[in-house]
C-alpha cells in the first residue's frame, strides 16, 4: 500500500464560523481528502478546526484522515473533528513539527503561521498559500529568502492559490519536493 500524503493547513486560530477564510480551509479540508490526502493541523480553532470540519463531511473520509499537532499537555484541547491528538507540550515549537507535512498550505495568519511559513522553507517542503489577508496573502508568490532550495527548480517559492482546487492542482508537485532537511 503506497502512504498517503499528509498535507499541514495553517493560517488563523482564530476565526469566525462563516468568515471567507474559515469557508476557504473547509472547502479545502473537503478536497484534500476527496483527493486521497491526509490533513493535520495544529489542532485548535480558527483554519484548524474548519480544514479539519471539511475533511470529516468529505465523501471519502476515514478515521485516521485528520491529525492535530497540539501546543499543550491536553489531548482533549483538540478541536472535535480531530481524529489523532498528538498532545506535544511544546507550545509554539511545535509548529516545526506541523510544518514537515508533505506540503504546507496557508490560509491568512499571524505569527504562529509566519513561524509554520519558515519553518516550511527551511524543511524544503512545497508551501502553497492562499492570497488573503495575512501572512499567507504577504508571502504569496515570493521565496521567503534567497535560499537555493532546489538546484533544479528555479520557480521555487511559496505558490499562490486562491481556491482549493489551485490547490490540489499545485499538490501533483509533492514528488520534486522529497528532499527532507538534515
Known amino acids: 500500500m503506497t502512504r498517503r500524503h499528509i498535507i499541514s493547513v495553517i493560517g488563523d486560530g482564530y ?10 480551509a473547509e ?4 478536497s484534500l481528502v476527496d483527493n486521497g490526502y491526509r490533513v493535520l493541523s495544529g489542532g485548535l480553532g480558527g483554519v484548524m ?7 470529516k463531511s468529505s465523501a471519502n473520509y476515514k478515521e485516521g484522515d485528520i491529525i492535530g499537532i497540539l501546543p499543550g499537555y491536553d489531548p482533549g484541547k483538540a478541536n472535535k473533528h480531530i481524529d489523532i491528538a498528538i498532545a506535544t507540550g511544546l507550545d509554539h515549537t511545535r509548529n516545526a513539527i506541523v510544518a514537515n507535512g508533505d506540503a504546507v498550505v496557508a490560509i491568512g495568519g499571524g505569527a504562529g503561521t509566519l ?4 519553518f516550511a522553507w527551511i524543511l524544503k517542503r ?5 492570497k488573503v489577508e495575512g501572512w499567507s496573502g504577504e508571502l504569496s508568490g515570493r ?5 537555493i532550495r532546489y538546484e533544479d527548480m528555479p520557480e521555487d517559492r511559496v505558490f499562490s492559490v486562491t481556491s482549493e482546487q489551485e ?3 499545485l499538490l501533483k508537485n509533492i514528488p520534486k519536493y522529497s528532499k527532507r532537511h538534515n
Open 27 to 30: 472547502r479545502l479540508g473537503r
Open 49 to 55: 478546526e474548519a480544514v479539519s470540519k471539511g475533511a
Open 126 to 130: 512545497l508551501i502553497i498559500a492562499y
Open 15 to 24: 476565526l469566525p464560523e462563516g468568515s471567507q477564510n474559515y469557508i476557504l
Open 143 to 147: 521565496k521567503i529568502d534567497r535560499t
Open 115 to 118: 513561524s509554520e511559513i519558515s
Open 167 to 169: 490547490v490540489i492542482e
